[in-house]
């Protein structure tokens, strides 16, 4: 094994020093100059380089908690950079070593017993920070044009609106944002934040509710936690994104509902978004529940197909690709609970046409998201073939048993029939009994009747296709 080195940048590589030293010490050079001093001192110092096992290369960190957070926000970069400068090495793997050398008194980590935060620990940095350190970054891409509103996030558009066009209003601070998991309300705390901003005249300060406590931490481990606070006091708008983060991490609670009133107290506006609302996130303490709910509170529920068809169609005009309307429609009956993921799917179809030159089809929409379908597969029921067959053509789920014989909903029942057969084990008695006990040969003239319908038009034919993809998966 090749001798370890810290992440240092202030050293240099020694004549003696090894290929793979002298190549970290790039890296590392590198890694500095991209996220700067202060986020490097606080996160990246204290890496150690380890050996390399054929095309492995093993970095190792003093803690469990700085190797997770090192591993969350630049695992991904390191790999990038090593192989930049290394062909023969392949991936890069963190990993926790005790009783590394220690580093320079400066960075030394206090007791936890020094600052009771035993359960919230995190690296110490002896850097000052600026309060526009303290924010991250607003994403342009996230603003009120771009968002898409239906009927699931409307009231949750209209009080961020609000909010945007009259801070502090009456009733509107805090304004509380809750939902699942991508639907909507980073994209709705961003786009206030760049509303607000767009005339330069109010000061606004977004992060996560982890970078909140990590900041706060650090400003304690450096001895400049009045200095933390006054700047966060001092912005015009405060937004914390994932507030059930703080859920356990009681000191971290105690400054949140402190920096809270402040700010309220002073006048200035409060934005907070969770995946619960404060009367159902247990963890948190009463009396910051109580403050949190005594604004606004808003609910963004799950997307409806519609929605999702929306989302969908202005994302794919967007980028100048052309999706075919049955290639939307199939990934809004696919993906359901997650928008972010929604246009995840949408983003690689249009990045694999564009690199293969070839239209995006149903048949290539499956292959490239198989990966990310698969997580949606399950076993196919009658019962949910014959509901989504009449969502599709737009018939009464009792029409699948009735007597009816209407081609409006003959052809539909056909089709379901033809689905059962293809999409089930179910053997033909069974599958007639379930469409209003009906013979088994007429779930056989079904399945004939649809196939040669199939053939002969090709519109017809999509329509069952794209029916039987969305069933299976």
Known sequence: MENAQYLDASASAPGSTTPLETAWVRVREKLKSEVGEVEYRTWLRQIVLGPLDEDELTLYLPTRFLRDWVRSQYEERLQTLWRTEREDIKGVELQVKRGLPEVPADDAEDSDDATGLSSETAPQSAVSESRSDLAVPLDPRF?????????????????????????????????????????????????????????????????????????????????????????????????????????????????????????????????????????????????????????????????????????????????????????????AHKITTNVRELEGALNRLIAHADLVGRPVTLDTTQDVLKDMLKAHDRRVTIEEIQRKVSEHWNIRLTDMSSARRARAVARPRQVAMYLAKQLTSRSLPEIGRKFGNRDHTTVMHAVNRVTELMDQDASFAEDVELLRRMLEG
């Open 143 to 331: 603003t009120f044009d771009t968002f898409i509103v239906g009927k699931p996030n409307e009231f949750a558009y209209a009080c961020a609106r609000r909010v945007a066009e009259k801070p502090s209003s009456p009733g509107f601070n805090p304004l509380f944002l809750y939902g699942g998991v991508g639907l909507g309300k980073t994209h709705l705390m961003h786009a206030i934040g760049t509303e607000l901003t767009r005339t330069g005249k109010v000061s606004v300060a977004y992060m996560s509710a982890e970078k909140f406590m990590y900041r706060f931490i650090a400003a304690i481990r450096s001895q400049s936690t009045m200095e933390f606070k006054e700047q966060l006091r001092s912005v015009d708008v405060l937004m914390i994104d994932d507030l059930q983060f703080l859920i356990g991490k009681d000191n971290t609670q105690e400054e949140f509902f402190h920096t809270f009133n402040a700010l309220v107290d002073a006048g200035r506006q409060i934005i907070v978004s969770a995946d619960k609302s404060p009367s159902d996130l247990s963890g948190l303490e009463d009396r910051l529940r109580t403050r949190l709910g005594c604004g606004m509170v808003a609910d963004i529920h799950a997307t409806t197909f519609e929605l999702r068809i929306s989302i969908l169609e202005a994302k794919a005009k967007a980028s100048g690709t052309h999706v075919p309307s049955k290639v939307l429609e199939y990934l």
